[in-house]
């Protein structure tokens, strides 16, 4: 309203209607004087710093045209008038810089206490939110409204700046916008400049060192620190419901656990007292069929099937254990001629079904395991071999070197069943070990998996030319004394 047409006729009026009064009632040049000052006053307080100004002068000239003598002419006869008209001049335009000046920092004062309203008002917003980013992107949205911003909206990054998950946005939001959000996200460097809208800012989101997404305000009057203080409110209510989702998560990946190590003690429970039954009584039936060597052979593999559900068993709760970080891994330097031993002991029945070869290459290293899962890991390997392999066909054991990796050691398990499933080798003869079906995988080969996993190593399969699977154990190496110091 300042600029119109109406607020300048009047400003005018207003010094006509003084200066008619004034001569109307013969006041005198100070009392007039007084007069002209506070109608100056007055306009400067209603139409801003340009009509004030004017207002000064035009004042001050109808004060020396129709008050100082000679009257209706601009020359002063007296010196000491001149002193008076520019004293009223320069009060007049000293008034109305004032008076704009205090009307400049009101202005600002509101606009800082109206955005430190809506400050305040976003981080309720924000921090009483449900858990939920959508819940952020609305409360981003309302507080910009309240800046004043007429566009604009809260971008979420997924991992890159240039992968923006949009979470709310007002108004248009043209092409160019996205790689000038990109471009804040790789700078985290705030970026303002003119738009069509007016005033346009970008602000990256970062906690931690770590920009996390850019909030948008186009068009906006809003200061720069208000917009910073917004956008770091925003920038921690992001931080929060990311930790909250994590730790969300962390809380049911415990519970799981828990649940699963409650489900296999339970299982491990109420298995193994028909187990050591059915051990019971297989011994009792061995004893009393004497010479019938049909039922001694039946006898041998249910005793041989009844051991294999059992370390099945004491398989699972050990993986159980060590996924819960009850039980650690205790490595220490292992010869593999030693667990190839020890698988002997254990398998005694497999070894003494089908000829089995064993072979340690002169320069293989100790594996630096904990000797009872490695153990483990053999026993499983050992029986899924025997298991699909026809009867007397030769299974092989050997220990190596790693021949890419100086830090580990490989044992394979060489047999002559099937193979590999289909599907898990390609055209170009490329092994899948990580498979999905566990019908393909077997649970031995998934209980070795995980046991070898927390020792550091890892299996993988192969197909063995002329038929049948190698099934690889790659073990950390222990470096003898003379490879450390090397």
């Given at each position: 309203m300042r600029n119109r047409p109406l607020t300048w006729l009047a400003a005018l009026g207003s010094i006509a209607l003084v200066t008619a009064a004034g001569n109307a009632i013969r006041l005198n040049p100070s009392t007039v004087g007084f007069a002209y000052l506070i109608v100056v006053l007055l306009i400067s307080v209603w139409g801003g710093l340009l009509i004030g100004t004017v207002a000064s002068i035009v004042a001050t000239l109808c004060y020396n045209f129709f008050f100082f003598p000679p009257l209706y002419t601009f020359t002063i006869e007296n010196p000491a008038n001149w002193f008076a008209l520019v004293a009223f001049l320069v009060a007049s335009v000293t008034v109305n810089r004032l008076v704009i000046a205090a009307r400049v920092q009101a202005e600002k004062a509101e606009q800082r206490r109206m955005e430190l309203e809506t400050l305040y008002g976003l981080s309720i917003d924000l921090f009483t939110a449900t858990n939920r980013v959508g819940a952020l992107g609305e409360a981003a949205g309302r507080a910009l409204q309240l800046l004043g911003a007429r566009a604009g909206g809260l971008v979420l990054f997924d991992g890159s700046p240039f992968r923006q998950n949009v979470i709310s946005w007002s108004g248009e939001k043209p092409d160019e916008i996205e790689d000038l959000i990109a471009g804040v996200g790789r700078h985290k460097e705030p970026l303002e400049f003119p738009s069509p809208l007016g005033r346009d800012v970008y602000l990256p989101l970062i906690v931690g060192g770590k920009t996390t997404g850019a909030l948008v305000a186009r068009g906006t009057e809003a200061s720069q620190q208000a917009l910073v203080s917004a956008s770091r409110l925003v920038a921690l209510a992001v931080e929060r419901e990311r930790f909250l989702e994590e730790n969300a998560h962390v809380q049911a990946l415990r519970e799981s656990e828990s649940l699963k190590t409650s489900l296999?003690?339970?299982?491990?429970?109420?298995?193994?007292?028909?187990?050591?039954?059915?051990?019971?009584?297989?011994?009792?039936?061995?004893?009393?069929?004497?010479?019938?060597?049909?039922?001694?052979?039946?006898?041998?593999?249910?005793?041989?099937?009844?051991?294999?559900?059992?370390?099945?068993?004491?398989n699972l709760l050990a993986m159980a254990r060590l996924e819960a970080g009850k039980a650690k891994p205790h490595r220490e330097p292992t010869p593999p001629a030693d667990l190839f031993r020890a698988t002997r002991e254990n398998l005694p029945i497999v070894f003494s079904a089908r000829p089995i070869t064993v072979h340690v290459e002169p320069d293989c290293p100790d594996a630096n395991v904990d000797p009872s899962l490695a153990l483990e890991i053999l026993v499983n390997l050992v029986e899924n071999a025997h298991r699909v392999s026809p009867p007397h066909a030769t299974i092989e054991l050997v220990a190596r070197r790693h021949p890419f990796d100086s830090d580990?050691?490989?044992?394979?398990?060489?047999?002559?069943?099937?193979?590999?499933?289909?599907?898990?080798?390609?055209?170009?003869?490329?092994?899948?070990?990580?498979?999905?079906?566990?019908?393909?995988?077997?649970?031995?080969?998934?209980?070795?998996?995980?046991?070898?996993?927390?020792?550091?190593?890892?299996i993988g399969l192969a197909p063995r030319p002329g038929g049948g699977t190698i099934a690889r154990v790659d073990l950390p190496a222990a470096l003898l004394p003379a490879e450390e110091r090397a």
């Amino acid at each position: 309203m300042r600029n119109r047409p109406l607020t300048w006729l009047a400003a005018l009026g207003s010094i006509a209607l003084v200066t008619a009064a004034g001569n109307a009632i013969r006041l005198n040049p100070s009392t007039v004087g007084f007069a002209y000052l506070i109608v100056v006053l007055l306009i400067s307080v209603w139409g801003g710093l340009l009509i004030g100004t004017v207002a000064s002068i035009v004042a001050t000239l109808c004060y020396n045209f129709f008050f100082f003598p000679p009257l209706y002419t601009f020359t002063i006869e007296n010196p000491a008038n001149w002193f008076a008209l520019v004293a009223f001049l320069v009060a007049s335009v000293t008034v109305n810089r004032l008076v704009i000046a205090a009307r400049v920092q009101a202005e600002k004062a509101e606009q800082r206490r109206m955005e430190l309203e809506t400050l305040y008002g976003l981080s309720i917003d924000l921090f009483t939110a449900t858990n939920r980013v959508g819940a952020l992107g609305e409360a981003a949205g309302r507080a910009l409204q309240l800046l004043g911003a007429r566009a604009g909206g809260l971008v979420l990054f997924d991992g890159s700046p240039f992968r923006q998950n949009v979470i709310s946005w007002s108004g248009e939001k043209p092409d160019e916008i996205e790689d000038l959000i990109a471009g804040v996200g790789r700078h985290k460097e705030p970026l303002e400049f003119p738009s069509p809208l007016g005033r346009d800012v970008y602000l990256p989101l970062i906690v931690g060192g770590k920009t996390t997404g850019a909030l948008v305000a186009r068009g906006t009057e809003a200061s720069q620190q208000a917009l910073v203080s917004a956008s770091r409110l925003v920038a921690l209510a992001v931080e929060r419901e990311r930790f909250l989702e994590e730790n969300a998560h962390v809380q049911a990946l415990r519970e799981s656990e828990s649940l699963k190590t409650s489900l296999l003690r339970a299982i491990s429970h109420d298995l193994t007292t028909p187990i050591t039954a059915v051990s019971i009584r297989t011994e009792s039936i061995r004893r009393r069929a004497g010479t019938d060597s049909e039922l001694l052979e039946d006898v041998a593999a249910i005793a041989e099937e009844t051991a294999r559900l059992r370390r099945r068993i004491d398989n699972l709760l050990a993986m159980a254990r060590l996924e819960a970080g009850k039980a650690k891994p205790h490595r220490e330097p292992t010869p593999p001629a030693d667990l190839f031993r020890a698988t002997r002991e254990n398998l005694p029945i497999v070894f003494s079904a089908r000829p089995i070869t064993v072979h340690v290459e002169p320069d293989c290293p100790d594996a630096n395991v904990d000797p009872s899962l490695a153990l483990e890991i053999l026993v499983n390997l050992v029986e899924n071999a025997h298991r699909v392999s026809p009867p007397h066909a030769t299974i092989e054991l050997v220990a190596r070197r790693h021949p890419f990796d100086s830090d580990k050691m490989r044992i394979e398990i060489l047999d002559r069943g099937p193979g590999l499933p289909a599907g898990v080798v390609d055209a170009d003869g490329n092994v899948a070990t990580e498979t999905t079906d566990l019908a393909q995988r077997g649970l031995g080969l998934e209980i070795a998996r995980g046991l070898a996993a927390a020792n550091g190593g890892s299996i993988g399969l192969a197909p063995r030319p002329g038929g049948g699977t190698i099934a690889r154990v790659d073990l950390p190496a222990a470096l003898l004394p003379a490879e450390e110091r090397a």
